[in-house]
């Protein structure tokens, strides 16, 4: 009796463990038809921690993408800037980019969120694995090859599918095994919410809806003046502070009730309306603030949510014609029959600029979990009218360019790239090259004399590519990049390289607001980042101060040039000060120089609203204080 107790005792096991192996047989199906792979029961716990482990961070990175409209690493070139992102949070570093700002799309692409997914999964892994350290004491786990992540956005689920190649070994010498496959199917219809977002940003950029929205609030703000006129012999006058502050209390209440047609919201909402009807289908509202993005927007959209907010944020005003923040009416005398009447009539056209947040809300149903997508972009009016004009695209890395050997060794017809320095004319040897074309790149070498020393350069079988792009660098020389075609034999280009001069010497002082005509030194605690682009040239230098080991700051020698420039002050946690403005740079006043001084603004002690306030006005302010010295 005992003998039989133990066998069925172990043929409950094996059955058990057949099972174990069987259900995870069909999960691996479930997830993953195209790439079944057969696992060991005994490593059943293990592949399911790994998974864990997938699963954890992939929706940690989902999340963080949602909630900062597709980053998980806001580029530099954003997060620099405190004019290009909402920060929801003071201080806490949490930061939503405009999708739209100042004419710069910079909506991210599917391939760029994927991007940023499959480098936070690879990032964050051997900090959730720990090293197997719960197998440690059962099995001898060797990495075959490091962990690689790929993303996949469907229309109604995000897959994560991970390639880790581990050989596994139980301690006991019972069997050796290897893994390499895992995967996650999260419940998460991301491709629709994006897809709903990019629309909207589309629309937007096309119509001026929310433009057109907030002229008419203003418009039909009693308190708020447009065009008119008065029989009185007094001259009107308004603050333009005031009627700031009418604007955002208007916008912080009504941009709420804008709705997206199609998509789920309550047309019998209670409205407040005292003059009126009080529900939403029967009031101003669904006549004027229902938004049409996609006539096929309720197949697509219909369970999800879209909410508009603006968050009492700052607004850039300005009013014509007005004087030192008042505007006035003008007044008319009458004709001869009617001199004893006075007129004064007005007509005021703004330039308004403010940030509003979209958030899109996937609802839970029995297949999809709830999701939030957020994203943000700047509301233009330039004199009464939308001013949605783009004058170009923010351009996101979605990969570092590839080396392909096979795409590379397929050289098919001859060029000739000539080095050329752009401030002198002058041949140049050394140069690196570096020939790209989509995705892959290939190393060309270095520029060299050619023709007996006639000019320098390269000549070398490219492959084929209609739109390639040759790309140089140089010591004491910029990085450069010019279009090239390689579909045709014997074609010749011209790389040109401008020469930069590097300042190993600069520093940035500070002037208060009130005092703009005193320089001080910069506080123990106190830090700035400098930024300068050409607009025409397209050179770019960033630098801190103070200045960082072996990092000087660069300035392009090769021609007479006008910079944009973006300096911010911040002590231990708050922007405080900077400065933005132009700054001419002719190339002969670089010769002998060896320092550039850095001025910026800052306010002293302030509250929230005031700083922020400073912030959206610093170009203005900039005005008041010198503009970057050479020495």
Same mark, same amino acid.
């Given at each position: 009796?005992?003998?039989?107790?133990?066998?069925s005792?172990f043929?409950?096991?094996?059955?058990?463990?057949l099972?174990?192996?069987?259900l995870y047989?069909?999960?691996?199906?479930e997830?993953?038809?195209?790439?079944?792979?057969?696992?060991?029961p005994?490593?059943?716990?293990?592949k399911?921690?790994?998974?864990?482990?997938?699963?954890?961070?992939a929706?940690?990175?989902?999340e963080?993408?949602?909630?900062t409209?597709g980053?998980?690493?806001?580029?530099?070139?954003?997060?620099?800037d405190?004019?290009?992102?909402?920060?929801?949070?003071?201080?806490?570093?949490?930061?939503?980019?405009?999708?739209?700002?100042?004419?710069?799309?910079?909506?991210?692409?599917?391939?760029?969120i994927?991007?940023?997914?499959k480098?936070?999964i690879?990032n964050e892994?051997?900090?959730?694995?720990?090293?197997?350290?719960?197998?440690?004491s059962?099995?001898?786990?060797?990495?075959?090859?490091?962990?690689?992540?790929?993303?996949?956005?469907?229309?109604?689920?995000t897959?994560?599918?991970?390639n880790?190649?581990?050989?596994?070994?139980?301690?006991?010498?019972?069997?050796?095994?290897?893994?390499?496959?895992?995967?996650?199917?999260?419940?998460?219809?991301?491709?629709k919410?994006?897809?709903?977002?990019?629309?909207m940003m589309?629309?937007e950029n096309?119509?001026g809806?929310?433009?057109?929205?907030t002229?008419?609030?203003?418009?039909?703000?009693?308190?708020i003046?447009?065009?008119?006129?008065?029989?009185?012999?007094k001259t009107?006058?308004w603050?333009?502070?005031?009627? !700031?502050?009418?604007l +955002?209390?208007?916008?912080?209440i &009504?941009l %709420?009730y804008?709705?997206? =047609? @199609?998509?789920?919201?309550?047309?019998?909402l209670?409205?407040?309306?005292?003059?009126?009807?009080?529900?939403y289908?029967?009031?101003?509202?669904?006549?004027?603030?229902?938004w049409?993005?996609?006539?096929e927007?309720?197949?697509?959209y219909?369970?999800m949510?879209?909410?508009?907010t603006?968050?009492?944020?700052?607004i850039?005003l300005?009013a014509?014609?007005?004087e030192?923040?008042?505007?006035?009416?003008?007044s008319r005398?009458?004709?001869?029959?009617?001199?004893?009447?006075?007129?004064?009539?007005w007509?005021?056209?703004y330039?308004?600029?403010?940030?509003?947040?979209?958030?899109?809300?996937?609802?839970?149903?029995?297949?999809?979990?709830r999701?939030q997508? !957020?994203?943000?972009? +700047?509301?233009?009016?330039?004199? &009464?009218? %939308?001013?949605?004009?783009? =004058? @170009?695209?923010?351009?996101?890395?979605?990969?570092?360019?590839?080396?392909?050997?096979e795409?590379?060794?397929?050289?098919?017809?001859e060029?000739?790239?000539?080095?050329?320095d752009?401030?002198t004319?002058?041949?140049?040897?050394?140069?690196n090259?570096?020939?790209?074309c989509?995705?892959f790149?290939?190393?060309m070498?270095?520029?060299?004399?050619?023709?007996?020393?006639?000019?320098?350069g390269?000549?070398?079988r490219f492959?084929?590519c209609?739109?390639g792009?040759?790309?140089g660098?140089?010591?004491?020389?910029a990085?450069?990049?010019?279009?090239?075609?390689?579909d045709?034999?014997?074609?010749s280009?011209?790389?040109f390289?401008?020469?930069?001069?590097?300042?190993?010497?600069?520093?940035?002082?500070?002037?208060?607001i009130?005092?703009p005509?005193?320089?001080l030194?910069?506080?123990?605690?106190?830090?700035?980042?400098?930024f300068?682009?050409?607009?025409?040239?397209?050179?770019?230098?960033?630098?801190?101060?103070?200045?960082?080991?072996?990092?000087?700051?660069?300035?392009?020698?090769?021609k007479?040039i006008t910079y944009?420039?973006?300096?911010?002050?911040?002590?231990d946690?708050?922007?405080?000060?900077?400065?933005?403005?132009?700054?001419?740079?002719n190339?002969?006043?670089?010769?002998?120089?060896?320092?550039?001084i850095?001025?910026?603004?800052?306010?002293g002690?302030?509250?929230?609203e005031?700083?922020?306030?400073?912030?959206?006005?610093?170009e203005?302010?900039?005005?008041?204080?010198?503009?970057?010295?050479l020495?």
């Amino acid at each position: 009796m005992q003998r039989k107790a133990q066998v069925s005792i172990f043929m409950l096991l094996a059955i058990v463990i057949l099972l174990l192996g069987s259900l995870y047989f069909f999960y691996q199906r479930e997830f993953a038809e195209d790439e079944v792979e057969f696992v060991e029961p005994e490593i059943v716990p293990l592949k399911s921690y790994i998974e864990d482990c997938l699963k954890t961070i992939a929706d940690d990175g989902i999340e963080i993408i949602g909630l900062t409209g597709g980053y998980i690493d806001v580029p530099n070139g954003i997060s620099s800037d405190p004019r290009r992102y909402i920060a929801t949070f003071p201080g806490s570093g949490f930061k939503i980019p405009y999708w739209w700002f100042k004419g710069i799309e910079s909506v991210p692409s599917e391939d760029f969120i994927k991007q940023q997914l499959k480098n936070h999964i690879e990032n964050e892994l051997d900090g959730c694995i720990n090293n197997f350290e719960p197998f440690s004491s059962q099995f001898a786990i060797k990495v075959l090859k490091k962990p690689e992540a790929e993303v996949e956005l469907n229309d109604e689920d995000t897959f994560f599918r991970l390639n880790y190649k581990l050989d596994v070994a139980d301690k006991d010498g019972n069997f050796n095994s290897k893994i390499e496959k895992f995967g996650y199917s999260m419940p998460i219809r991301f491709k629709k919410v994006y897809e709903l977002a990019k629309t909207m940003m589309e629309r937007e950029n096309k119509d001026g809806f929310v433009e057109r929205r907030t002229i008419d609030l203003y418009a039909l703000d009693p308190d708020i003046p447009t065009t008119d006129l008065d029989v009185t012999c007094k001259t009107k006058t308004w603050q333009l502070s005031k009627i !700031n502050d009418i604007l +955002k209390e208007s916008l912080r209440i &009504n941009l %709420p009730y804008i709705r997206v =047609k @199609g998509t789920d919201y309550n047309p019998n909402l209670y409205v407040p309306n005292p003059r009126g009807e009080d529900i939403y289908s029967k009031t101003y509202f669904q006549n004027h603030f229902v938004w049409e993005v996609d006539t096929e927007a309720e197949k697509k959209y219909s369970n999800m949510k879209v909410a508009f907010t603006y968050d009492n944020w700052p607004i850039k005003l300005y009013a014509r014609p007005s004087e030192n923040g008042i505007l006035k009416s003008n007044s008319r005398k009458g004709n001869e029959m009617i001199n004893f009447f006075c007129l004064h009539l007005w007509h005021f056209t703004y330039d308004i600029e403010y940030p509003l947040l979209v958030t899109i809300i996937d609802q839970e149903t029995p297949k999809n979990s709830r999701y939030q997508f !957020n994203f943000a972009f +700047k509301v233009d009016i330039d004199h &009464n009218q %939308p001013n949605r004009i783009n =004058k @170009g695209s923010t351009l996101f890395e979605t990969f570092d360019d590839v080396g392909s050997e096979e795409f590379c060794n397929n050289a098919e017809n001859e060029v000739t790239i000539f080095t050329v320095d752009n401030a002198t004319g002058e041949d140049l040897k050394d140069i690196n090259l570096t020939f790209v074309c989509g995705r892959f790149y290939c190393d060309m070498g270095k520029s060299d004399w050619l023709s007996l020393g006639a000019a320098a350069g390269i000549t070398k079988r490219f492959p084929y590519c209609v739109n390639g792009i040759i790309k140089g660098k140089g010591e004491g020389f910029a990085d450069s990049q010019s279009f090239m075609q390689t579909d045709v034999d014997g074609r010749s280009y011209v790389l040109f390289m401008d020469p930069v001069k590097e300042f190993k010497n600069y520093k940035v002082v500070k002037h208060l607001i009130s005092d703009p005509g005193t320089a001080l030194e910069l506080d123990p605690n106190e830090k700035a980042s400098i930024f300068i682009k050409s607009n025409e040239t397209g050179f770019e230098s960033f630098a801190f101060y103070p200045r960082e080991a072996d990092f000087p700051f660069k300035i392009s020698a090769g021609k007479d040039i006008t910079y944009e420039v973006s300096v911010y002050l911040v002590d231990d946690q708050d922007l405080i000060g900077g400065y933005i403005g132009s700054w001419k740079i002719n190339k002969e006043d670089l010769f002998d120089k060896n320092e550039v001084i850095f001025h910026v603004v800052y306010q002293g002690a302030a509250t929230e609203e005031d700083r922020s306030k400073f912030v959206v006005e610093l170009e203005s302010h900039s005005e008041n204080i010198p503009k970057p010295e050479l020495k």
